[in-house]
């Protein structure tokens, strides 16, 4: 596709339960990120890929939160053990960043809303 | 990166120029200022950035004072569609890695 595509839309979890959250990249972008957006709050960020190597991982909250981009293109974000706190909506972005394009713009996906009930 | 304060919401008219304000005081020299805006239930849109001197494309103006302690991001004529939150980001920029920080933004409603 030709944006930065993020799966599923809308997702209710019961508290307790995991939940995995998948972001396609746009092709040939080196960069990926994680953002979690709470209710009428700005982005924050979780963590941080170029390729397969995640380089950053500063944002996560707890050790609940975990991430992957094992072929260095799509990307999971798991959450274990789901708390009513983890409830916000997770946005995912891609960059094609290399030393010679540093515009440094990311593109973001529609997100994924998660409800913990 | 540095911090940014913008405010918190501004109303416009319809075929207006919008002008938000953005203060970045504590920039460093090798930060660039980047406006991004996000419209209800999607994600933050890029719209644009620079340096130090002034800034045009298809979307926006981007008016950066001599100082570099405040920008304006200029919608030429702000049409119902440019209701959304507009984020003034300050970030270095460097190989690979910047991640946003985003601040509250401003939340712009365009009026008929």
New interface residues.
């Given amino acids: 596709g030709a944006g930065v595509s993020q799966s599923p839309r809308y997702k209710v979890a019961k508290r307790g339960q995991d939940v995995a959250l998948r972001c396609d990249p746009i092709s040939g972008h080196v960069s990926l990120f994680w953002y979690q957006q709470a209710l009428g709050q700005g982005p924050e960020f979780l963590t941080y890929f170029q390729n397969e190597a995640q380089l950053d991982k500063s944002g996560l909250p707890s050790d609940r939160f975990f991430a992957e981009r094992p072929e260095g293109s799509v990307s999971t974000l798991k959450i274990q053990r789901t708390q009513q706190e983890d409830s916000a909506v997770y946005l995912c972005a891609s960059s094609f960043e290399t030393s010679s394009d540093l515009k440094n713009i990311q593109y973001f996906g529609a997100g994924t809303r998660l409800s913990v009930l | 990166d540095a911090k940014t304060t913008q405010p918190p919401s501004m109303d416009c008219a319809e075929g207006r120029a919008a002008n938000l304000p953005c203060n970045h005081s504590t920039i460093s020299g090798n930060e660039y200022v980047y406006w991004y805006r996000q419209i209800h ?6 719209i644009i ?1 620079g340096l130090k001197n002034n800034e045009t494309n298809e979307m926006a103006s981007l008016i950066i004072t001599e100082d570099r302690k405040s920008s304006t991001l200029i919608l030429p004529h702000a049409t119902l569609r440019d209701t959304a ?1 507009y ?1 003034c980001i300050v ?1 270095a ?1 460097k ?11 401003t939340r712009v409603l365009v009026k008929p």
């Fill in positions: 239930s999607q994600g933050p849109q890029y950035h939150v984020y970030r920029i190989a690979a890695g910047n991640k946003l920080t985003f601040g509250g933004g």
